[in-house]
C-alpha cells in the first residue's frame, strides 16, 4: 500500500486510538453511573393567567376546542415568553388509535405545540413513558406525527435522564425518580385524556403526572395507588392544564379497545390548577369529584381548589 | 482481473447485506419487508428437508432452488463468495488458524462426514423428525449473530457511548453517534437471550476447529455444503488445469483453503472447491482457470462407500425416535409464537434460525432449551417475565421463513389464544393480603378485559374492614399475551401467570359471541332485517305479561324464559317470539300445541309450520313464532328468516320419541305431544285432575287417524298404565259413562260418545294405552 502509512502502522494506529477512547469512556462509566443525580421539585412559573376552569363545547375540531379553552384562560402569550424552552406532556401510553380514545387526540397536542411555539417558545418538547411499546404507541396514537409536523422536538424517554427527587410533604412518596426534562422546563404543559380506569375509577391530568416517573411504577399501584398520585404533584407543578375530553373512554379503560365505549363529549378544558381540573373532569364523567380517592387526597392537602368556578361556552 | 480481490468485495458485500437484513429486522419491518429471510430461504438444505418432513414443497424455498440452478451452472460458488458463514469463517480463519501452514495436511476420509450427516438429516426429516436446524449453516450463524453478535455489540457500543457522555467534544459525538445506532441498528431494546452463552460457545467451538483446518467446517462437517458439492460435480464452470504449464511446484495443493487439490496439483477432487481462486492465484505460471468445458480435471470425488451410505441412512432413521419421544412427557407447554398451527407442523417447519427472536419487539421470544426434548432445541418460546406479546404485533409471522409461525392478519392476531393466564392466589397482593393491586387488569389489552375485578370486603391484619378489588381471569377472553404476568410487581415468578396452549385457538369475534338464551337468537340484524327496538326479555315468572292467557300451557309443558323483537326491512314488519322451554321435548309440544295440522312444512328446524303470515318451528329446546306483515311473498320472507334464526341455535334434537310410537295410519301433522292434564282436554276433558298420571312420568300424543280422534299414553311400568286405565276408568264413571269390555279393550260409553281404552304390547319398554275417541 502506497501512501504515509503502511496497511499495518494503520490498523496499529487505529487500534491504538480506538483503546484510548474506550478508556476514556469507561472511566467516565465508572465515573458517571456511580453517582445518581438528585434535583429539585419543579417550582412552577406564576403567571397571571386567570383562575378557574374554562371549558369550550360545541364544535368538531379539536384545534377549534383547544383554541378556545386556552385563549379563555388568559392566552398562551401570557403564559411562554421569548426562548422559553416548553414541554408539552400527553398521554401517550397504549398501542391504540385516536379512535379508541386511550391517548390524547393528537390534534390537541399539535395545537397547543402550534400555540407555544407561536408565543415565542424557542422549543417545545412532547414526550411521555409509555406501558406498551414506545415505538408502537407513539405512531398509532398518531401523536408523534402531529406534534412533529407542528415543530414539536419528539422523542422516547431515556432511563438516564431520570433524576431522583425528594418530595417534601408527601404522605407516600417521600421521593421518586422523576423525569428532568419535565423538572428543567420553563414552561409545562400538563395535556391528559379523559378516561375511565379499573383501579382509581377515572383518570385525568393528576393520573397523567405518572408519566413523568421512572423506576418501577408497578409499585405504585400495590396499596395506596391514590396517595402516590396526590403525592407526586407536589414536585411536578404543571403551569397549565389542557384536558382533552373531545373523545371520553366511558368503561374499560385505561386501554380500552371497543369503539362503542367511547363517547364524543366534544369538550377541551384549560385551567392553571390540577385539582380544579381534574374535579371538572369527574364532573363530564359523571361522578361526584370527592369519590375519586386521589382528587380528595389532593384537595385535603391543598394543592387545589376542588370547588373552584367552572365557564363553559361555545367555541365559535 | 483479480479474481480474489472481487471475491473479497463480494464477501463483504455479502456479509454486510445479511447484517443489513438483521439489522432491519425490527419493527415496523418497513425496509425490505418480507425479504429480511432472504438468507435462510436460500438454504436448499432446509428447503429439502421441509420438504420431506411436511411432504410439500414451501414456496418460501424458491430462492434456493434459484441457487440450485446457479450452482448447477457456475459450481459450488455460494461456498467461496456468498455464505455468511464461510465468510465469518475466513476471517476468523486468519486470526487463529496457523501461519503458513499446509492445507492439504487433512485426514482425507473425514471429507466423507458431510455426506453422513446430510444423509442422516435427510433421512430423519423424511420420517419428520428435523434436524437440520441444528446443523444447517445459516441456521446456525443468524442464531450466533441474533442471540450473540448483534446483543453484544449493541452493548458495549451503548456502555462507550454513555461513557463518553460527560467527556467534553468527544461527548458531543458520542451523543450524535449513539443516537444514529439507537435509531438504526439497535432493537427496539437491549436483546437478551437464554443460552446465548451456549450459541457462542458453539459457534466459538467451529472457529477454533481452524486449528486444525481452514474451512474445516466447510471440509467436513457442513450438510449444505455437502449439497453444494453433489451439484457442483456436474457444473458447467470446472476447474482446469493446463498439464503442460504445470511445474508440480503444490502451492495450489498447500494453499487451497478445502484442501481439494491433490498431490502433484494437476486435479482436485470433485465437488470440494469453493471457487475462491487462491489456486490461481498462487500458480507461478498460471496453469490454473476456470471455465465452462466439457470435462475439468477433476478427480472422482470423496464418496461414501455402499456400506458407508446404508450406515448413515441408518442413523438418520435412529435418529428419529430418539429426537420425536424426547418431546413426550413434559407438563411444560412453552408459550409458542401466535400463529403456529399445531405443535407437530411447527417442529417440522421451524428453522431453528432465530429471526423471530430478533423481531420480536420486547425480547419476550427466546429459545428454548431441552425442556420440551432435544428437539425444541433453539425453536422459539414466549417468556412473559422477559417480554410480552404485544397486541397489535404479526411480525414473528412475517419474517419467519419456512411459515412455521404463519403471518396472522391483525384482528386475527388479536383472537389467537397462544395461552391461558391462571392467578396464583397465594402470591397474589390483593388476594393474600388487605391491599389492592390491579396492575394485571390495567394492562390486560383485550378490549373486554380478560382479567376483572370484584369488589369485596375483607379484612385486613389488624381486623378492620378493608375493600378490596380482586383480580379474576376470564378464561373465554384472555389470548394469553403475558403482558399481566410482564407487569405484575410481585418479586420472583409472577402472581398471575400464563400457560401455553397447544395447538392454538381463535376466540371467537365479539360481535359473533351470543348472549344465552332467547335474547341471544334475536341479533340487531337478521339477514336484510333490522330491529326496531331493542329485545325485550321475559324471565319465568313473567309470561303472563308476555302472553296472557295461552301461558298456563307453557307453564304445563315447562318454560324457561321468553323474549321478543320486532323487525323491519322497509315498509314490512316481522316480529318474532322466541321461548325457552325446559327440554327439546317441551319445546316440541308447545309448537304441535300451537300448529296449525293445514299449514306446510318450511323445512327449518326440527319441526315446522307455516301458514299465512306465520311460521312457528321448534329446535332444541327453543320454540320460534315468527309473524310477518308485509306486502312480499309472505312464505319466503318467513322462511329465510326462520332459517336465519334456526342458524343460531347449534344444538338439534329431532323428533320426540314418543312420535315413533304412532301407528302408520295416523296423520302426523295432527299430532301433539301431551305432558298434562290442560293439554289432555284437546282429547277429552277429564277434570282437572291428573289421572292419566303425568306428574308420575307418563308421556301422551294426540292424534287424529281413519278411526278418528286418539291418544296414545306410555308409562315406564305396567303398574303405572294399570292404575292410569282404571283412575280413567273411574273419572269417566262418575260423570256418567257406561262401562262395557270388549276382548283386549275398555269401553264407556255415553251419548257424546265412546271412550275405548286398549291396552297395547310392551314397545321398547314402555307401556301402551291407547285411547280412541269413537263417535257414534
Known amino acids: 500500500m502506497n501512501g504515509k502509512y503502511t496497511r499495518r502502522e494503520f490498523i496499529e494506529k487505529l487500534t491504538v486510538a ?162 428532568r426534562d419535565v423538572l428543567e422546563s420553563d414552561v409545562f404543559i400538563n395535556v391528559p385524556i379523559l378516561k375511565h380506569h379499573g383501579a382509581t375509577g377515572m383518570t385525568a391530568g393528576m393520573k397523567n403526572l405518572m408519566g413523568c416517573a421512572g423506576g418501577n411504577r408497578g409499585a405504585w399501584h400495590v396499596g395506596e395507588l391514590d396517595r402516590r398520585i396526590a403525592d407526586v404533584q407536589i414536585a411536578l407543578k404543571p403551569d397549565l392544564v389542557v384536558l382533552d375530553a373531545f373523545r371520553v373512554l366511558k368503561t374499560h379503560g385505561p386501554q380500552g379497545g371497543n369503539l362503542e365505549d367511547v363517547s364524543d363529549a366534544r369538550i377541551v378544558a384549560a385551567s392553571t390548577d390540577l385539582v380544579a381540573a381534574d374535579a371538572y373532569a369527574a364532573k363530564i364523567f359523571g361522578v361526584e369529584p370527592e369519590s375519586i380517592k386521589h382528587i380528595k387526597f389532593a384537595s385535603e392537602m391543598g394543592l387545589g381548589d376542588i370547588n373552584a368556578e367552572v365557564s363553559e361556552f361555545a367555541a365559535s | 482481473m483479480n479474481m480474489i480481490k472481487l471475491r473479497r468485495i463480494v464477501q463483504v458485500i455479502s456479509l454486510l447485506f445479511f447484517l443489513f437484513l438483521l439489522v432491519v429486522t425490527v419493527y415496523p419491518l418497513s425496509i425490505m419487508g418480507g425479504w429480511v429471510d432472504l438468507y435462510m430461504r436460500l438454504s436448499l438444505l432446509q428447503m429439502l428437508a421441509t420438504w420431506l418432513n411436511t411432504g410439500g414443497f414451501i414456496i418460501a424455498f424458491l430462492p434456493a ?237 470423496v464418496n461414501l462407500s455402499r456400506r458407508g451410505f446404508l ?56 429459545p428454548v432449551w431441552t425442556e420440551t426434548g432435544i428437539e425444541g432445541l433453539w425453536t422459539p418460546e414466549l417468556v412473559p417475565r422477559i417480554g410480552y406479546c404485544e397486541f397489535n404485533c404479526n411480525l414473528c409471522g412475517a419474517v419467519c421463513p419456512s411459515g412455521a409461525i404463519k403471518k396472522l392478519a391483525e384482528d386475527v392476531k388479536q383472537r389467537t389464544v397462544i395461552g391461558l393466564a391462571a392467578i396464583d392466589h397465594d402470591r397474589c397482593i390483593p388476594w393474600t393480603g388487605a391491599r389492592n393491586c390491579l396492575v394485571c387488569e390495567e394492562h390486560c389489552p383485550v378490549p373486554d378485559k380478560a382479567i376483572r375485578l370484584r369488589l369485596e370486603i375483607v379484612l385486613d391484619a389488624f381486623g378492620n374492614e378493608v375493600e378490596i378489588k380482586r383480580p379474576y381471569v376470564v378464561q373465554e377472553e384472555c389470548i394469553g399475551c403475558g403482558i399481566c404476568e410482564a407487569r405484575c410487581p410481585v418479586s420472583g415468578p409472577a402472581a398471575i401467570r400464563v400457560t401455553g396452549i397447544m395447538p392454538q385457538e381463535l376466540k371467537q369475534r365479539r360481535t359473533e359471541v351470543r348472549e344465552r338464551g332467547p335474547a341471544g337468537l334475536l341479533p340487531a340484524a337478521v339477514g336484510g332485517w333490522k330491529a326496531t327496538e331493542d329485545v325485550m326479555k321475559f324471565g319465568q315468572d313473567r309470561l303472563y305479561e308476555f302472553i296472557n292467557g295461552g301461558s298456563e300451557i307453557y307453564y304445563e309443558y315447562g318454560f324457561e324464559s321468553a323474549a321478543t323483537r320486532e323487525y323491519a326491512l322497509g315498509a314490512d314488519e316481522m316480529v318474532a317470539d ?11 309440544g308447545i309448537f304441535s300445541n300451537e300448529r296449525d295440522p293445514g299449514g306446510v312444512d318450511p323445512g327449518v328446524g326440527d319441526a315446522g309450520s307455516m301458514t299465512f303470515g306465520q311460521l312457528l318451528f321448534c329446535k332444541s329446546s327453543y320454540y320460534v313464532k315468527v309473524n310477518y306483515y308485509g306486502s312480499i311473498d309472505a312464505d319466503k320472507a318467513l322462511t329465510e328468516f326462520a332459517a336465519a334464526i334456526s342458524g343460531f341455535i347449534d344444538d338439534s334434537a329431532g323428533m320426540p320419541e314418543i312420535m315413533s310410537e304412532l301407528p302408520p295410519d295416523a296423520d302426523v301433522k295432527t299430532a301433539m305431544l301431551v305432558e298434562g292434564p290442560l293439554v289432555m282436554r284437546n282429547f277429552l276433558y277429564m277434570g282437572d285432575t291428573d289421572v292419566a298420571g303425568f306428574s308420575d312420568g307418563a308421556r301422551g300424543v294426540i292424534f287424529d287417524s281413519p278411526r278418528g280422534r286418539e291418544m296414545l299414553l306410555l308409562y315406564g ?60
Open chain 2, 65 to 301: 432452488v434459484v441457487l440450485l440452478a446457479l450452482t448447477l451452472v457456475l459450481g459450488r460458488f455460494f461456498c467461496g463468495w456468498v455464505c455468511p458463514m464461510g465468510i465469518t469463517l475466513d476471517f476468523t480463519d486468519r486470526l487463529i488458524a496457523r501461519r503458513g501452514a499446509d492445507d492439504s495436511r487433512e485426514i482425507l476420509k473425514w471429507k466423507r462426514a458431510k455426506y453422513v450427516i446430510l444423509l442422516i438429516v435427510l433421512a430423519a426429516a423424511y420420517f419428520e423428525a428435523n434436524l437440520a436446524g441444528w446443523l444447517d449453516p445459516l441456521s446456525l450463524i443468524t442464531r450466533t449473530y441474533v442471540e450473540v453478535v448483534l446483543p453484544g455489540f449493541e452493548f458495549v457500543t451503548a456502555l462507550l457511548f454513555r461513557g463518553l457522555y460527560p467527556v467534553p467534544v468527544l461527548g458531543g459525538a458520542a451523543r450524535v453517534f449513539h443516537s444514529f445506532f439507537k435509531t438504526s441498528l439497535y432493537a427496539l431494546q437491549q436483546p437478551a437471550f437464554h443460552g446465548m452463552a451456549a450459541t457462542a460457545l458453539i459457534f466459538l467451538g467451529i472457529a477454533l476447529l481452524a486449528l486444525f483446518n481452514r474451512r474445516f467446517w466447510c471440509r467436513f462437517i457442513c450438510p449444505l455444503g455437502a449439497v453444494f458439492a453433489l451439484v457442483s460435480r456436474y457444473s458447467v464452470f470446472k476447474r482446469v488445469v493446463d498439464p503442460d504449464k504445470c511445474i508440480a511446484c503444490n502451492k495450489c495443493v498447500k494453499n487451497c483453503r478445502m484442501g481439494a487439490i491433490l498431490e502433484g496439483g494437476l486435479s482436485e477432487y470433485r465437488g470440494e472447491c469453493v471457487e475462491c481462486f487462491t489456486c490461481r492465484d498462487v500458480c507461478p505460471v498460471d496453469a490454473v482457470s476456470f471455465r465452462p468445458v466439457m470435462k475439468g480435471t477433476a478427480q472422482e470425488p
Open chain 2, 578 to 588: 322466541v321461548f325457552e322451554m325446559s327440554d327439546p321435548d317441551a319445546a316440541f
Open chain 2, 311 to 366: 450406515w448413515s441412512l441408518g442413523a438418520g432413521l435412529a435418529a428419529v425416535p430418539i429426537v420425536r419421544l424426547s418431546r413426550g412427557g413434559s407438563e411444560r407447554v412453552p408459550i409458542r409464537p401466535p400463529g403456529v398451527a399445531d405443535i407437530d407442523s411447527f417442529m417440522q417447519k421451524c428453522l431453528r434460525c432465530g429471526q423471530c427472536m430478533r423481531v420480536c419487539p420486547t425480547n419476550g421470544l427466546q
Open chain 2, 717 to 776: 311400568e305396567e303398574s303405572a298404565a294399570l292404575k292410569a286405565e282404571s283412575s280413567i276408568g273411574e273419572h269417566l264413571k262418575s260423570v256418567g259413562y257406561m262401562e262395557a269390555s270388549g276382548s283386549g279393550y275398555n269401553e264407556y260409553g255415553s251419548d257424546a260418545g265412546v271412550v275405548r281404552i286398549s291396552e297395547l304390547s310392551k314397545g321398547r319398554g314402555a307401556y301402551k294405552l291407547r285411547l280412541s275417541l269413537i263417535t257414534k
Open chain 1, 18 to 179: 480506538g483503546l484510548a477512547v474506550s478508556g476514556v469512556s469507561i472511566a467516565g462509566c465508572k465515573a458517571g453511573f456511580s453517582r445518581t443525580l438528585k434535583m429539585g421539585v419543579r417550582e412552577g412559573r406564576e403567571s397571571d393567567l386567570k383562575k378557574g376552569v374554562f371549558a369550550a363545547r360545541g364544535s368538531d375540531d379539536p384545534a377549534v376546542l383547544t383554541r378556545a379553552a386556552v385563549d379563555s384562560v388568559g392566552g398562551m402569550d401570557r403564559l411562554v415568553k421569548r426562548g422559553d424552552v416548553v414541554v408539552v406532556k400527553p398521554n401517550i401510553a397504549w398501542d391504540k388509535s385516536p379512535e379508541q380514545a386511550a391517548n390524547t387526540n393528537p390534534v390537541v397536542v399539535a395545537t397547543l405545540v402550534q400555540l407555544a411555539l407561536a408565543a415565542g417558545a424557542s422549543k417545545v418538547k412532547v414526550f411521555d413513558r409509555a406501558c406498551n411499546s414506545d415505538r408502537r404507541t407513539y405512531r398509532r396514537s398518531g401523536i408523534a406525527e402531529a406534534a412533529e409536523k407542528a415543530g414539536a422536538e419528539v422523542s422516547f424517554v431515556e432511563d438516564s435522564r431520570y433524576v431522583s427527587v425528594d418530595i417534601p410533604g408527601a404522605k407516600v412518596l417521600k421521593e421518586w425518580p422523576l423525569y
